[in-house]
């Protein structure tokens, strides 16, 4: 998916049981950050508290994240759905944690890793798509916030000019 594309609409189940349809989401929020993630990759977990500082600090000026696990589950057991449920309540997941089965979602967003945080704004235009910081090992020695950043340019209205520089993680666990 190219910057400045329309973000694909979906209809996912929740592990709190109910189901996040996109477009809702757009019409309440100014932003809604798409993060493709798991339960096994340790990028995920790296990240997990950045991830619910961002959802804390944003929340209150229109964001939302929604946290998407495409991975199959075949091959990889612990990112089943019934795990997803009891790592959301273990991780105190602050935004909701969706489950794409089909891998239908991730193939659309064209995610390569977890966790990949896609930013779209309030008229479902995907304005970016890249690395959360530039540390995944070492929060304090972060220096470039590039999530933040991306985030604060779609609430003023502003374009995204900073280089955007690929997520890394684990791949996406593609079904056969």
Same mark, same amino acid.
């Given at each position: 998916?190219?910057? =400045? ?8 189940? %929740? ?12 019409? !309440? ?9 798991? =339960?096994?990759?340790?990028? *995920? ?48 997941? =602050? ?16 995610? %390569? ?26 929060? %304090? ?18 374009? *995204? ?11 996406? !666990?593609?079904?056969?």
């Amino acid at each position: 998916m190219e910057i =400045n594309a329309y973000a694909p609409d979906f209809e996912l189940p %929740s592990t709190t049981g109910d189901v996040v349809h996109l477009t809702p989401y757009l019409e !309440k929020y100014s932003a809604v950050v798409v993060v493709f993630m798991c =339960n096994h990759c340790p990028y *995920v977990k790296a990240y997990l508290e950045r991830l619910k500082d961002i959802q804390n600090d944003y929340q209150d000026k229109g964001v939302t994240l929604i946290g998407i696990n495409a991975n199959d589950e075949r091959k990889y057991p612990e990112d089943s759905f019934e795990k997803m449920k009891t790592y959301g309540q273990e991780w105190g997941l =602050n935004f909701p944690y969706l489950r794409d089965r089909t891998q239908d979602v991730a193939h659309a967003f064209g995610a %390569s890793c977890t966790p990949e945080p896609f930013v779209i704004d309030r008229q479902g235009i995907l304005r970016y798509r890249g690395q959360i910081d530039d540390n995944y090992r070492d929060p %304090s020695a972060v220096t470039s916030r590039d999530l933040r950043d991306a985030i604060d340019c779609v609430l003023r209205g502003e374009t *995204v000019t900073k280089p955007i520089e690929p997520a890394i993680g684990c791949s996406v !666990k593609w079904s056969a």
